[in-house]
């Protein structure tokens, strides 16, 4: 097994592409459901993460159910119905966070400043 030499965090941005992922993920997400990614569509997911994200950083609710709360808030304002349990709640979930880990990208430059091994398990071609 591999020994970890070395762990690096991505608090401000500046390394790897959050926000474009998490746009081009939503996207992707929206329309697998049927939803016209529009500008509308988007900001209503963008809005639902910033306060429910908020809700779980004040320890109002748990981690995950910030997640469903997510979704609870969006979907049916974008006319798609939401399963009745939290496993299903959380299986949608999945299949957003898989659309959004599809599109993780390194901004250019960012390989040659902290070394290739910033861009590993990412989709970022350095």
Same mark, same amino acid.
């Given at each position: 097994?591999?020994?970890?030499?070395?762990?690096? %965090? $991505?608090?401000d941005?500046?390394?790897?592409?959050?926000?474009?992922?998490? @746009?081009?993920?939503?996207?992707? %997400?929206?329309?697998?459901?049927?939803?016209?990614?529009s500008?509308f569509? /988007?900001?209503r997911?963008?809005?639902?993460? @910033?306060? #429910?994200f908020?809700?779980?950083?004040?320890? #109002? /609710?748990?981690?995950?159910?910030q =997640?469903?709360e997510?979704? =609870?808030?969006?979907?049916?304002?974008?006319?798609?119905?939401?399963?009745? $349990? $939290?496993?299903?709640l $959380?299986?949608?979930?999945?299949a957003? =966070?898989h #659309?959004?880990?599809?599109s993780w990208r390194?901004?250019?430059?960012?390989c040659?400043?902290?070394?290739?091994?910033?861009c590993?398990g990412?989709?970022?071609?350095?």
């Amino acid at each position: 097994m591999a020994h970890l030499r070395a762990v690096g %965090f $991505d608090l401000d941005g500046t390394l790897f592409d959050h926000r474009g992922a998490a @746009t081009a993920g939503a996207a992707r %997400f929206l329309e697998s459901l049927g939803v016209h990614a529009s500008a509308f569509a /988007i900001g209503r997911w963008f809005a639902a993460e @910033t306060e #429910q994200f908020e809700r779980w950083r004040t320890g #109002q /609710i748990s981690f995950p159910e910030q =997640r469903r709360e997510r979704l =609870r808030a969006v979907l049916p304002a974008l006319g798609v119905p939401i399963p009745a $349990d $939290d496993g299903g709640l $959380d299986e949608l979930f999945d299949a957003y =966070r898989h #659309q959004y880990e599809a599109s993780w990208r390194a901004y250019p430059g960012a390989c040659r400043c902290c070394g290739r091994s910033v861009c590993r398990g990412t989709a970022s071609a350095c």
